[in-house]
């Protein structure tokens, strides 16, 4: 079964400290794509980072980066020196297959404090 | 990263009557758009899925009579709400693809039906 799981409903870190947020999936396809999705209370969704099955490197945009562990099926996301704004609803995504739709973990709600 | 648009983000409706929610790419053309629902605090759940100038793929679950979706063009997907009831009250969310690529989502609707 193709699946995304987020254990962590909620986490608390201070500004400027990193944190990570997990997430592991399952899928049998040996082609897929792992999204994180930052949701503020506003509710849309802004794209954060991209890993590609087949990618070689863990995927860097600027204060993010995804710890991708491929044996364990685990895409992490890790969040450096954490900013007030950072404080969301945070989603992990995978697309199992090209052009189809993602599918969602639950989400961890992230709440950044001064 | 690209725009994609949604009219309108807000929507307050008696029970029994229709809404239509637009879903526009405005900077690309999107060969697929994907219609997603979320209730509050909870994750995205996709409801259809819509390829240009073809019939929209219904999760299962998912009435296609109470949800039409029509996809007339490569920029512009439509999502009707029939005879919305209260329980229809979301937020609904869309999201537009070119083939192989990421899939940038609108800022949502919401629906309140009273």
């Known amino acids: 079964a193709q699946k995304i799981t987020q254990t962590q409903p909620g986490m608390f870190v201070q500004e400027k400290e990193a944190v990570t947020l997990d997430c592991t999936y399952d899928t049998s396809d040996p082609s897929y794509g792992l999204f994180w999705y930052k949701q503020p209370s506003s509710g849309e969704m802004i794209f954060l980072i991209y890993?590609?099955?087949?990618?070689?490197q863990n995927a860097t945009e600027g204060r993010y980066s995804l710890n991708f562990q491929k044996a364990r099926k685990s895409a992490n996301l890790v969040i450096s020196a954490s900013q007030l704004g950072d404080s969301a609803m945070y989603f992990c995504a995978m697309r199992p297959g090209a052009g189809t739709a993602l599918i969602f973990g639950k989400g961890t709600t992230l709440s950044v404090s001064s | 990263g690209a725009v994609v648009s949604q009219h309108p983000s807000w929507v307050i409706c008696k029970s029994g009557t229709s809404v239509k929610i637009e879903c526009r790419s405005l900077d690309f053309q999107a060969t697929t758009m994907f219609w997603y629902r979320q209730f509050p605090k909870q994750s995205l759940m996709l409801m259809a899925t819509?390829?240009?100038?073809?019939?929209?793929?219904?999760e299962q679950g998912v009435e296609k009579d109470k949800f039409l979706i029509n996809h007339a063009s490569l920029t512009l997907s439509t999502l009707t709400v029939t005879s919305a009831h209260p329980e229809d009250s979301s937020f609904y969310i869309c999201s537009a693809s070119w083939v192989l690529g990421t899939q940038y989502f609108g800022p949502g609707t919401r629906l309140l039906v009273l």
């Open positions: 819509s390829n240009e100038g073809s019939k929209a793929t219904y």
């Open positions: 890993q590609g099955s087949y990618d070689q």
